[in-house]
């Protein structure tokens, strides 16, 4: 009797353990939780949303600019004429000032020759009178002779028409005086010192003007500076950001291509093996 021994071998079984298909750290090992394709769309629109924005309020603010620069132009110009117009003011108190002097000494010298050549006219004439007045006779030959024949000088001497020392003198041209002149030359010193006093009060009226503008274009010209460098920062980290954030994108892209790859194979291998 023969004994029949049936070998039953039993196939293997193969556990195929389940894989995620989440990424994971290539050197740890933990799962990465990445958003979601639309959320990091979205976040690049809005990236690029501000970017534009900012663009518009850095081009504002050049507009505003160039608008300060042509502002202080205009007041530097305005300046420029108000400066010349008070030195042309300036120029003609002087020459009305010089007038006004060579005014006054052509009447002092016309008031002192009038007077000169009447009291040398005077004198003149009290010396004529002098010399032609007939000499009185002594008083004996008064007594002695009461009648006595007229000498023949004193016969003529009445008819002579002698100056008197008296005599009115030729009218003049009426000349004003020295108290009327001296009122004129401290009426036209006072004048003169009030035009000073409003030319220096107006030039540091323009003075102060000039310097509080000056330091508004500054001030303006210095903030706008400072708003555009803050923004053109802010557009550089914003575009930083986005660089980054496409980097990312690109290699999330990547591992999840590989992911989708290596996830395929796993499913070939396990249609092969059922």
Same mark, same amino acid.
């Given at each position: 009797?023969?004994?029949?021994t049936?070998l039953?071998?039993q196939?293997?079984t193969?556990t195929?353990?389940?894989?995620?298909t989440?990424?994971?750290c290539? =050197?740890c090992?933990f799962?990465i939780?990445?958003?979601?394709? #639309?959320?990091t769309? #979205? #976040?690049?629109?809005?990236?690029? @949303?501000?970017?534009?924005?900012l663009?518009?309020?850095?081009?504002l603010?050049? *507009? =505003?600019?160039s608008a300060a620069?042509? @502002?202080?132009?205009?007041?530097?110009?305005?300046i420029?004429?108000v400066?010349?117009a008070?030195d042309t003011s300036?120029?003609?108190?002087q020459?009305?000032?010089?007038?006004?002097q060579?005014? *006054?000494?052509?009447q002092?010298?016309?008031?002192?020759?009038?007077?000169?050549?009447s009291f040398?006219?005077?004198?003149?004439?009290s010396?004529?009178?002098a010399?032609?007045s007939?000499?009185k006779p002594p008083?004996n030959?008064?007594?002695?002779?009461?009648s006595p !024949?007229?000498?023949? @000088?004193?016969?003529f001497s009445?008819?002579l028409p002698?100056?008197?020392?008296?005599?009115?003198?030729?009218?003049? !041209?009426?000349?004003p005086?020295?108290d009327?002149?001296?009122?004129a030359? !401290?009426?036209? *010193?006072?004048l003169r010192?009030?035009?000073?006093? @409003?030319l220096?009060?107006t030039?540091?009226?323009?003075?102060?003007?000039?310097a509080?503008l000056?330091?508004q274009?500054?001030?303006?010209v210095a903030?706008e500076r400072?708003?555009?460098?803050a923004?053109?920062e802010?557009?550089?980290?914003l #575009?930083r950001?986005d660089?980054?954030?496409r980097?990312r994108?690109?290699?999330?892209?990547?591992a999840?291509?590989?992911?989708e790859?290596?996830?395929a194979?796993l499913l070939?291998?396990?249609?092969?093996?059922g």
């Amino acid at each position: 009797m023969s004994a029949t021994t049936t070998l039953t071998i039993q196939a293997p079984t193969m556990t195929t353990s389940n894989m995620s298909t989440a990424p994971c750290c290539p =050197k740890c090992g933990f799962d990465i939780e990445l958003p979601s394709f #639309e959320d990091t769309q #979205e #976040e690049l629109l809005q990236a690029h @949303r501000k970017i534009e924005d900012l663009q518009v309020q850095v081009r504002l603010l050049n *507009q =505003k600019a160039s608008a300060a620069i042509d @502002r202080w132009a205009d007041y530097e110009d305005e300046i420029a004429k108000v400066r010349s117009a008070l030195d042309t003011s300036q120029k003609q108190q002087q020459q009305q000032q010089q007038q006004q002097q060579q005014q *006054q000494t052509q009447q002092a010298t016309t008031v002192a020759s009038p007077s000169r050549s009447s009291f040398l006219s005077a004198s003149a004439a009290s010396r004529i009178s002098a010399l032609l007045s007939p000499r009185k006779p002594p008083p004996n030959l008064y007594f002695n002779n009461p009648s006595p !024949s007229p000498s023949p @000088r004193t016969a003529f001497s009445p008819a002579l028409p002698l100056p008197s020392a008296t005599s009115p003198a030729p009218p003049l !041209s009426p000349t004003p005086s020295s108290d009327e002149l001296l009122e004129a030359l !401290s009426r036209e *010193q006072s004048l003169r010192l009030a035009a000073e006093g @409003r030319l220096s009060d107006t030039s540091r009226e323009v003075e102060e003007l000039s310097a509080t503008l000056f330091e508004q274009a500054n001030e303006m010209v210095a903030s706008e500076r400072r708003a555009r460098a803050a923004l053109e920062e802010r557009v550089e980290t914003l #575009e930083r950001r986005d660089a980054e954030k496409r980097r990312r994108l690109g290699r999330l892209e990547a591992a999840l291509g590989s992911i989708e790859r290596a996830r395929a194979l796993l499913l070939g291998d396990g249609d092969e093996d059922g």
